[in-house]
């Protein structure tokens, strides 16, 4: 298949990335080719190797995904077509076989281990843990005999000729990770009313109060700000960017102007792109914010101008 054709995403086979990109409905007339690290998946779209990426973003127990977020902050401009929301539950995958007391040596993605450490504590407490570049990576890790077990979705089990000896593992309840469709920057998709912008954004100057008057660019104008991280720039300690999401579309005036303050008030915005969110939820409104009223208060400004006041 062409590069127009061929979405990435990190691999190997078998994770939850895998996963969560097969419930998009393009999945099934692209073609999906697993890479070694976010980075990776990212610079082959970067390179026309691809149409788009699918990465993960954020963890609803760990956070942000810090390869992701640095990626889309620096390097080559990628924009966020789509996000997918996909509930985590893990396996402890082992080779045929394996009782429980012979696991000794476990294996995951980092962002696993704090989702599963109450239970790794509870039932394995003197397993020793080693983290792997993705949970599938340790899947097949447990394969090659590396480890004596890896947490990972009951999914991968087949792909590895591994069995799952426990399922259904996860301290918290509802864990979910947010995964996003990255791109080369074009126009955004249309509004849909219940839509996400996301961008990144660097203090012109350190002074008390900076920040407070970036996040006053939000508030002013009713925009709910559903995430704000901040990420080292590499220029030295104490020099951070922050990365933020939302509520709303570009195209909408209130988010539209929240964008126009950040431009003006920043060292540097990189516009990250405005896209459906995956729950569909709307936002509520503050008196004032809507499009409607902004074109209103327009109107009136212009009157005064106009000396019809």
């Given amino acids: 298949m062409s590069p127009a054709s061929r979405y990435t995403y990190l691999g190997p086979e078998g994770t939850f990335t895998e996963a969560a990109l097969r419930t998009l409905p393009e999945a099934a007339t692209r073609e999906l080719v697993p890479m070694v690290s976010v980075p990776a998946a990212l610079d082959a779209v970067r390179a026309g190797e691809a149409a788009a990426a699918l990465v993960p973003i954020e963890n609803s127990v760990e956070g942000g995904v810090t390869a992701t977020l640095d990626e889309l902050a620096s390097g080559e401009p990628l924009m ?105 920057p074009a126009r955004p998709a249309a509004p849909t009313g219940a839509d996400k912008t996301s961008v990144v954004m660097w203090l012109r100057e350190d002074h008390p109060g900076a920040l407070l008057e970036l996040l006053q660019e939000y508030a002013s104008r009713g925009v709910n700000m559903m995430r704000i991280e901040s990420r080292p720039t590499g220029e030295g300690i104490g020099r951070y960017c922050f990365s933020v999401d939302c509520e709303g579309h570009l195209q909408d005036r209130r988010v539209g102007d929240v964008m ?25 409104l503050r008196p004032g914010t809507s499009d409607a009223d902004f074109t209103a208060a327009a109107d009136w400004v212009q009157r005064c101008m106009d000396g019809r006041g």
């Fill in 80 to 184: 966020i077509y789509r996000e997918v929301l996909l509930p985590i539950a893990f396996a402890l995958l082992v080779r045929p076989g394996t009782p429980m007391d012979s696991v000794k040596t476990v294996t995951g993605h980092p962002v696993a281990q704090p989702q599963v450490r109450n239970w790794l504590a509870a039932h394995l407490p003197n397993a020793v843990w080693e983290s792997a570049a993705s949970n599938a990576d340790g899947a097949r890790l447990v394969q090659e005999g590396r480890f004596d077990a890896a947490f990972a979705g009951e999914f991968a089990a087949p792909t590895y000729g591994l069995e799952a000896l426990v399922t259904d593992i996860h301290d918290a309840q509802n864990a979910t990770t947010r995964f996003v469709l990255v791109g080369r």
């Fill in 260 to 284: 126009m303050g950040l431009k003006r008030a920043c060292q540097k915005v990189r516009f990250l792109g405005s896209y459906p969110r995956a729950d569909a939820v709307r936002p509520e």
